[in-house]
């Protein structure tokens, strides 16, 4: 039986809606660090508001089908799960979007950084330069850092691991669009729903978003100070220059002596901060880490300057056994330690750090930490250890 043209121009207004609505619903898991490689069998759950809403398991194409409503509400969270890899956690909207798992690292002084996006861009481009070194695509391969992934079609992911970072070199990470390199004042990039991911050990430790409604074609993201601090910058601007030339428009952010500061920072709730560490203080002295470690994180997106938090981070962290994220949160409680208890808190941190070192048998690394906690404070604990791994007292 033939429809009649009513009849037919509804089916089509239908199944064009239906095909919208599923490719709504869909996100896909693809590796960190192996081109276009699905992840098959990814927990992928949605909470809002603390509470899970649903949840599925990516097949083998690495496709994950959740209810379109949920993935496009800017209330909830994507958190995405499985073994060998670090956990991922995202704020939506991120319906039909893509999301790159890490393998866990095993380095402590490693690093991964992780860009994603939406279709548009085509290519966004990532950038790290440090002293003698610039990896981007054309340069694929830097002193301990290489680029894993290179996308050129939307999406991501693009990749850049630090198998050791460089004590005493300073990091500069930025993301450049390079469909619209020849166009500074585009707000493409801006629009690109942009994502990096940070990850330290087996932790997502930083999580940055392309600010809104700005124009420019490079988005300078953080840096790593030479003592191992990030951070953040998230600035906007507009360069008309080539990829390769890149390096050259980042040196202001490569000197340390000028001071960097969020450009789109949210306000500091410093009564939040203070309410979610006391927490996070009970569920550790509770023996409860991982309660812990989340409850320190929320203080610190309360309030990302709080030294105290970080503190404490540091030290659930390492109670963990997660040594690599301790050492990058008590370098964070280091550069932040301020008032009548700042040597103190800069003194065992520093001696905290050379013993994660010295278990791990990187005695050059302990010996170097032991020496900075002497230098902030007297302490005979901190003699013994430099005496112990080889130094004179």
């Known amino acids: 039986m033939k429809l009649g043209l009513q009849s037919s121009l509804f089916v089509v207004a239908f199944l064009a809606a239906t095909a919208s609505h599923a490719a709504d619903s869909r996100i896909q898991v693809l590796s960190a660090t192996v081109k276009d490689q699905?992840?098959?069998?990814?927990?992928?759950?949605?909470?809002?508001?603390?509470?899970?809403s649903a949840s599925?398991?990516?097949?083998?194409?690495?496709?994950?089908?959740?209810?379109?409503?949920?993935?496009?509400?800017?209330?909830?969270?994507?958190?995405i799960k499985k073994d060998g890899y670090s956990n991922l956690v995202a704020k939506c909207p991120c319906s039909g979007m893509t999301y790159a798992l890490s393998p866990v690292m095993h380095n402590l002084d490693g690093l991964r950084v992780v860009l994603t996006w939406?279709?548009?861009?085509?290519?966004?481009?990532?950038?790290?330069?440090?002293?003698?070194?610039?990896?981007?695509?054309?340069?694929?391969?830097?002193?301990?850092?290489?680029?894993?992934?290179?996308?050129?079609?939307?999406?991501?992911?693009?990749?850049?691991?630090?198998?050791?970072?460089?004590?005493?070199?300073?990091?500069?990470?930025?993301?450049?669009?390079?469909?619209?390199?020849?166009?500074?004042?585009?707000?493409?990039?801006?629009?690109?729903q942009a994502k990096v991911f940070v990850y330290i050990g087996e932790s997502l430790v930083r999580t940055y978003y392309v600010p809104r409604n700005q124009p420019g074609n490079l988005w300078t993201v953080f840096r790593i100070t030479g003592q191992g601090e990030f951070q953040d910058i998230n600035a906007m601007r507009g360069v008309a220059v080539n990829a390769d030339?890149?390096?050259?428009?980042?040196?202001?952010?490569?000197?340390?002596?000028?001071?960097?500061?969020?450009?789109?920072?949210a306000p500091v709730d410093a009564a939040r901060a203070r309410s979610l560490n006391q927490n996070g203080e009970a569920a550790y002295h509770a023996g409860r880490l991982d309660d812990a470690i989340w409850l320190y994180n929320q203080a610190l997106e309360q309030d990302p300057n709080y030294g105290q938090a970080y503190s404490n981070l540091g030290l659930a962290y390492?109670?963990?056994?997660?040594?690599?994220?301790?050492?990058?949160?008590?370098?964070?409680?280091?550069?932040?330690a301020s008032g009548a208890t700042a040597a103190t808190v800069r003194a065992s941190s520093y001696y905290n750090i050379g013993r994660m070192y010295e278990e791990a048998g990187?005695?050059?690394?302990?010996?170097a930490n032991y020496v900075a906690a002497r230098r902030e404070k007297a302490n005979p604990v901190y003699d013994r250890a430099i005496q112990r791994v080889g130094g004179r007292p």
């Open 38 to 52: 699905r992840i098959n069998g990814a927990s992928v759950i949605l909470q809002k508001n603390g509470e899970r």
């Open 56 to 79: 599925t398991v990516s097949n083998a194409k690495g496709e994950a089908l959740l209810e379109a409503d949920a993935l496009s509400d800017p209330q909830s969270l994507l958190i």
């Open 118 to 192: 939406g279709s548009s861009p085509a290519d966004l481009d990532s950038h790290v330069a440090y002293p003698g070194n610039h990896v981007f695509f054309a340069r694929r391969q830097g002193t301990d850092a290489n680029l894993d992934v290179d996308d050129v079609d939307g999406f991501g992911p693009e990749t850049i691991t630090l198998e050791r970072k460089h004590q005493g070199e300073t990091y500069v990470y930025a993301v450049h669009d390079f469909t619209n390199g020849g166009n500074p004042s585009s707000q493409a990039l801006s629009a690109s």
């Open 245 to 265: 030339n890149v390096l050259g428009t980042l040196g202001e952010a490569s000197n340390e002596q000028n001071r960097v500061v969020a450009a789109n920072q």
């Open 318 to 336: 390492q109670k963990a056994g997660r040594k690599a994220e301790a050492i990058w949160a008590n370098r964070k409680a280091i550069a932040l």
């Open 362 to 367: 990187q005695t050059a690394d302990a010996l």
